[in-house]
Structure formats: C-alpha cells, structure tokens
T-cell receptor, first 114, second 114 residues
C-alpha cells in the first residue's frame, strides 16, 4: 500500500501571500490530520478531517484552514503568510480517526516564508 | 492538561552502545495510548510502537524495547547495540479519548557515532 503523500515537498513564499498544501492519505483511511513542526514550538496539532468535516481543531488562528474531499484527500490553506509560518507541515492519516488508532505520517511540506 | 516530557534534548553515543530515551506523560484520562515515532533527516515521522494504558507488558522488537510503567507515568525506549542508522529525532506522543489528536514531546535527537 502506498503511504501518505504530500505535495509540494518544498515551498518558498513571501509575507502576505497565501499557500495551499495537499495531502493524500493511505488508501482506505478516512481521517486526515495536519500538524505544524517548528524548532521553537515543536509538533503542534492543526486540525483533523473525517468524511469531509472538520472534527477537531488546534489552537491556531483563522488564517489556517483546511478541507477534505470525498476521496479523503485533504488540503490546508494558510492565508496572509507571516514569517512565523515557516515550518514543516505534516499530514497524517488513520482509518477512522479514533484516538486508539495509529496515525501514519507523510514526508511533509517544508514552507519557507520570506 | 495533557503533557509529554522528553527531558533529554540530545544524546550522543558510539555505535554498539545501548541507549535509553525517556518519556514522561501527564493525563487525566484513564484510557489513553502512547506512541513512539522516529524522524530521520528526511522529515517523515515513522511509526515505531503503540501501547494502550491497560497493557503494561514490556515489548521487544529486534534491537528496540519499550518499558511502560503506569506508576511513574513513563514510557521509555531502549535501543540495544545502537547503529549509525538509528541517528534521528525520536518523539514520544500521547493520544487521549478526550482529545482526538496526538500530543508530542519535544523530541530527543540521537546521534550514533561510528
């Protein structure tokens, strides 16, 4: 089975721009979660989607948003980029999103905001 | 509030040495899961193990072993006869029923010198 895939792998943007990141979960997985990893804050949960609905959200400003499509693929969007948004964005998938399940991670998208 | 502490920021060992990575967690839930992930330089989080709160049996997988002690809220990870390929950042994570998202520790960077 193919793993979680994320595109693009690297991205450079300037302040004020917006960006969209994409994640394709493992086949059959319906839950997709997004995490931000920075040297200062570590790994932080952004949000989780299941059946095209956001079920859970972390403590991030409204500039961070996401969506999920009927094939479980997910996108996250960051508007009005700030320098502090530079990070590795990781997507993870699991079967149903239960807390008991293992989340499998993709390779991440490295975003650099200049 | 949930919390995961990995007090060791960085550990350096010489190949073939044994090394233990510490993880201490806090939770009010009685049912929870603990995970270990490995993050090589490529960035992807690689799943290593999942353990539920009711199973305190230690687990061994090849050179890897895990010691879960509920009494001390610890879930430590030992690598026996370390190898250069074990060099990575290792994360301990907590998943609770009350919060369908992983709470990560700050990670321990392991460097195995040849």
């Amino acid at each position: 089975k193919a793993g979680v895939t994320q595109t693009p792998r690297y991205l450079i943007k300037t302040r004020g721009q917006q960006v969209t990141l994409s994640c394709s979960p493992i086949s059959g997985h319906r839950s997709v979660s997004w995490y931000q990893q920075t040297p200062g804050q570590g790994l932080q949960f952004l949000f989780e989607y299941f059946s095209e609905t956001q079920r859970n959200k972390g403590n991030f400003p409204g500039r961070f948003s996401g969506r999920q499509f009927s094939n479980s693929r997910s996108e996250m969007n960051v508007s009005t980029l700030e320098l502090g948004d530079s990070a590795l964005y990781l997507c993870a998938s699991s079967l149903g999103g239960s807390f008991q399940e293992t989340q499998y991670f993709g390779p991440g998208t490295r975003l650099l905001v200049l | 509030a949930q919390k995961v502490t990995q007090a060791q920021t960085e550990i350096s060992v010489v190949e073939k040495e044994d090394v233990t990575l510490d993880c201490v967690y806090e939770t009010r839930d009685t049912t929870y899961y603990l995970f270990w992930y490995k993050q090589p330089p490529s960035g992807e989080l690689v799943f290593l193990i999942r353990r539920n709160s009711f199973d305190e049996q230690n687990e061994i997988s090849g050179r890897y072993s895990w010691n879960f002690q509920k009494s001390t809220s610890s879930f430590n990870f030992t690598i026996t006869a370390s190898q250069v390929v074990d060099s990575a950042v290792y994360f301990c994570a907590l998943s609770e029923a009350s919060r369908r998202a992983l709470t990560f520790g700050s990670g321990t960077r392991l460097q195995v010198q040849p």
